[in-house]
């Protein structure tokens, strides 16, 4: 008999948890404290619906931090290193929250709703209290709160046929990274050409939960002629298309240039922000290690649990943080933090993986769609 997770009021259920129960969700976990589908069907099922059709996924536990008040945007633009004078109201970016040190605390991504409004979707931490806790001291006029706030992800290259069918004309015209303001069954939602996939999608942010279930039910109706089907955010297409998951390929230890993340860093702002001393010196000194692809030879490898050290001859040169068999490409794919004199393309090493010793090689990443044409599309 496996041992089962408790369930407890400290931990919330997404308010599409019965939708999800009935649709055959195998199991849970927890994510900003809140219960996570871990999936419906086998990984690898899911992955072909993903890249073949169209998926709906709960994700509600992308609990949001809204930002708002007279100075919001001088104190959202300081929250990150990415310069938000450029996200037009109407907007999506992908940002990173840094500390005083530059590590990364979150990798939220930021919606625009008016010019004093600011959405953070935030990935597994507690951003509500960093935010809260650099208010403190800010000196600035604002308001954080956690808004009740629902999310769907609704993925896969006939997403677009969805939301077709659901929302008004315009949708269809939606830019990737773009977001509109609209309803779905007389419902305020928000919908945005946004996701974690690699693939062409949409999430719909629902702002009156009681209607969370119809809402659930009209997706999955409207989505029946394109063969859609309920799924878990999929390891094997997010680490395809170079996709990185807090907690595991990035913590706050980890700073933007060690994963490949330069561009989020813009140190030629007008406004300072939170981590600029420690990331100019960074970039003025250089890195001693960064996150690269790997290709880990023999059998299929399940998902790790934990991480796994990676080697160089008999020296340990960093860690594998995630591994996924790719049913696709047929190999084992994931990343490794690497020592930085270990981390050139095609740079052999190995792996002690929980089957032994692997071999493994070092290689460009994405490994799929390297240019994210279809998430674009």
Request: proline share 5%; hydrophobic share 40%.
């Amino acid at each position: 008999m496996s041992a089962q997770i408790s369930l407890s009021p400290r931990i919330r259920k997404s308010p599409f948890y019965e939708a999800t129960l009935h649709e055959g969700a195998l199991g849970f976990s927890v994510y900003n404290k809140m219960y996570l589908p871990i999936g419906y069907d086998d990984p690898e099922t899911e992955f072909w619906a993903l890249v073949n059709d169209v998926t709906l996924w709960d994700v509600a536990v992308q609990r949001i931090v809204e930002i708002t008040g007279p100075d919001a945007f001088k104190f959202t633009n300081m929250l990150t290193p990415r310069d938000l004078t450029k996200c037009k109201v109407g907007s999506c970016k992908y940002v990173l929250i840094t500390d005083d040190c530059g590590g990364i605390l979150n990798d939220p991504v930021l919606l625009r709703l008016a010019e004093n409004h600011f959405w953070l979707s935030r990935a597994d931490s507690d951003l509500l209290m960093w935010a809260k806790g650099v208010a403190v001291f800010a000196g600035l006029d604002v308001d954080i709160r956690e808004p009740d706030v629902a999310a769907l992800q609704l993925q896969g290259p006939k997403s677009i046929d969805v939301v077709s069918k659901l929302f008004d004309p315009k949708a269809r015209d939606l830019k990737y990274y773009d977001f509109m303001e609209t309803t779905l069954l007389g419902s305020p939602v928000i919908l945005a050409r946004t996701g974690w996939s690699a693939e062409r999608g949409y999430e719909i942010y629902v702002r009156d939960t009681s209607q969370a279930h119809l809402i659930w039910m009209a997706i999955m109706e409207a989505g029946q002629e394109f063969n859609i089907s309920p799924i878990a955010p999929n390891r094997i297409r997010r680490i395809e298309g170079g996709i990185l998951d807090y907690g595991v390929d990035m913590t706050d230890a980890t700073n933007p240039y060690e994963i490949g993340m330069d561009r989020l860093v813009h140190l030629n702002c007008e406004q300072e922000f939170i981590g600029e001393k420690a990331l100019r010196q960074i970039e003025s000194v250089g890195i001693s290690r960064r996150l690269v692809g790997v290709f880990v030879d023999g059998e299929a490898l399940d998902y790790n649990e934990t991480a796994w050290p990676a080697y160089s001859e008999d020296v340990e040169i960093g860690k594998l943080t995630s591994v996924v068999y790719s049913p696709r490409l047929k190999a084992n794919i994931g990343y490794v933090m690497a020592n930085i004199q270990h981390s050139e393309i095609g740079t052999e090493i190995f792996i002690e993986t929980i089957n032994g010793i692997r071999k493994a090689h070092i290689v460009q990443m994405p490994f799929y769609d390297p240019k994210k044409d279809l998430s674009r599309m």
